[in-house]
């Protein structure tokens, strides 16, 4: 993030540190569990070259207060539309990185008048499969382990040895160097406190609990646009698939040679395609009526295949959601 200064305002009495750079149509920036604004720096500058960019420290997380407070995700999504009230901005495409798309999703889901476009990066809410080392936060002795993990000489010696892990030339190991700075960032009892209290809301032993499935059709008229490192340990790539079905008009990138953090791994390609993604799609408008007939309508049925020859017969809700998103 350069010499982009952090600011700081105060939200529900609770201190909330930010970055903002450039000008033009705003992205909103949402990093990952156990990270901060800075998983950014590698594409604020390319990205502020045509966009205003926010990068916020989410509550619990980097510079901003950690509180014991509501670590939900529709807690998040309410902290962003107050953060971006207090900065005087109305719309934004979100941009959520891991537990940054749950949020983002819900961020879209909650206020879809202040939602232009939808971007999600090795998203969180796509499928139940996420790393064990996830899952291990909600077991009984994580923040005892944690502790011991945070003293100062063990810390720095699995901090090395990470290091030295991610430097070998394997995919399997490419995001180690990501889980040494998290593991950092729990030296501090408050936000280890903080990514119990978020991890329990979403993930259990069996994996992700939240999920924008029986969301999706929702977002038929906003535009999307959906960001995986094929190598990604962390949540599987096929995730980027369900994607794909559940948001048949999304804009799905796969990229190669990359883990879970693909903004890191290949910053030009991803600001190319964050920027390119903006600049080849209306924002959203918000309709409130249009909003009800989705609500109404429910999940849209695929197309049924028809025979040869003869064209294929389409339910009257996709008929209707199509009118919708050519602005009829």
Same mark, same amino acid.
């Given at each position: 993030?350069?010499?982009?200064?952090?600011? !700081?305002?105060?939200?529900?009495?609770?201190?909330?540190?930010?970055?903002?750079?450039?000008?033009?149509? %705003?992205?909103?920036?949402?990093?990952?569990?156990?990270?901060?604004?800075?998983?950014?720096?590698?594409?604020?500058e390319?990205? $502020?070259?045509?966009?205003? !960019?926010?990068?916020?420290?989410?509550?619990?997380?980097?510079l901003?207060?950690?509180?014991?407070?509501?670590?939900?995700?529709?807690?998040?999504?309410?902290?962003?539309?107050?953060?971006?009230?207090?900065?005087?901005? +109305?719309?934004?495409?979100?941009?959520?990185?891991?537990?940054?798309?749950?949020?983002?999703?819900?961020?879209?889901?909650?206020?879809?008048?202040?939602?232009?476009?939808?971007?999600?990066?090795?998203?969180?809410g796509?499928? #139940?499969? !996420?790393?064990?080392?996830?899952?291990?936060v909600?077991?009984?002795?994580?923040?005892?382990?944690?502790?011991?993990l945070?003293?100062?000489?063990l810390?720095?010696?699995?901090?090395?040895?990470?290091?030295?892990?991610?430097?070998?030339?394997?995919?399997?190991? &490419? +995001?180690?160097?990501?889980?040494?700075?998290?593991?950092?960032?729990?030296?501090?009892?408050?936000a280890?406190?903080?990514? &119990?209290? %978020?991890? &329990?809301?979403?993930? +259990?032993?069996?994996?992700?609990?939240?999920?924008? $499935?029986?969301? $999706?059709?929702?977002?038929?008229?906003?535009?999307?646009?959906? %960001?995986?490192?094929?190598?990604?340990?962390?949540? #599987? @790539?096929?995730?980027?698939?369900?994607?794909?079905?559940?948001?048949?008009?999304?804009?799905?990138? %796969?990229l190669?040679?990359?883990?879970h953090? #693909?903004?890191?791994?290949?910053?030009?390609?991803?600001?190319?395609?964050?920027?390119?993604?903006?600049?080849?799609?209306?924002?959203?408008?918000?309709?409130?009526?249009?909003?009800?007939?989705?609500?109404?309508?429910?999940? @849209?049925?695929? #197309? @049924?295949?028809?025979? $040869?020859?003869?064209?294929p017969?389409?339910?009257?809700?996709?008929?209707?959601?199509?009118?919708?998103?050519?602005?009829?």
């Amino acid at each position: 993030m350069g010499a982009t200064t952090v600011q !700081v305002v105060e939200v529900h009495g609770h201190r909330r540190a930010y970055v903002r750079a450039g000008s033009g149509p %705003v992205l909103l920036l949402l990093h990952g569990l156990g990270c901060d604004r800075t998983t950014w720096e590698p594409v604020v500058e390319r990205l $502020a070259e045509r966009h205003t !960019v926010i990068a916020p420290d989410l509550l619990g997380h980097g510079l901003s207060d950690k509180p014991r407070a509501d670590y939900s995700v529709g807690g998040y999504a309410n902290g962003m539309r107050d953060l971006l009230t207090v900065l005087g901005i +109305d719309k934004v495409t979100v941009v959520g990185h891991s537990f940054g798309g749950g949020v983002a999703m819900q961020f879209a889901y909650q206020f879809p008048e202040r939602t232009e476009r939808l971007a999600l990066v090795a998203s969180g809410g796509l499928g #139940p499969e !996420v790393t064990p080392l996830i899952r291990a936060v909600t077991t009984p002795g994580y923040h005892q382990a944690m502790g011991v993990l945070s003293l100062p000489g063990l810390r720095h010696a699995v901090r090395g040895g990470l290091g030295a892990l991610e430097r070998l030339p394997l995919s399997a190991t &490419r +995001d180690l160097g990501e889980v040494a700075d998290i593991l950092e960032s729990f030296r501090d009892p408050r936000a280890r406190a903080a990514i &119990r209290h %978020v991890v &329990r809301g979403v993930v +259990d032993w069996r994996g992700q609990v939240v999920t924008m $499935a029986d969301r $999706a059709y929702l977002t038929a008229a906003m535009p999307m646009c959906v %960001v995986w490192g094929r190598d990604d340990r962390v949540i #599987p @790539v096929r995730h980027a698939e369900n994607a794909a079905r559940l948001a048949p008009a999304a804009r799905v990138e %796969v990229l190669d040679d990359a883990g879970h953090f #693909p903004h890191k791994d290949h910053p030009e390609r991803f600001a190319e395609i964050l920027t390119d993604f903006v600049a080849s799609t209306r924002p959203a408008t918000y309709s409130r009526a249009r909003w009800r007939r989705y609500l109404v309508d429910g999940p @849209v049925a695929p #197309p @049924v295949q028809a025979e $040869a020859g003869r064209a294929p017969v389409q339910p009257v809700p996709v008929a209707r959601v199509l009118r919708l998103v050519r602005g009829a």
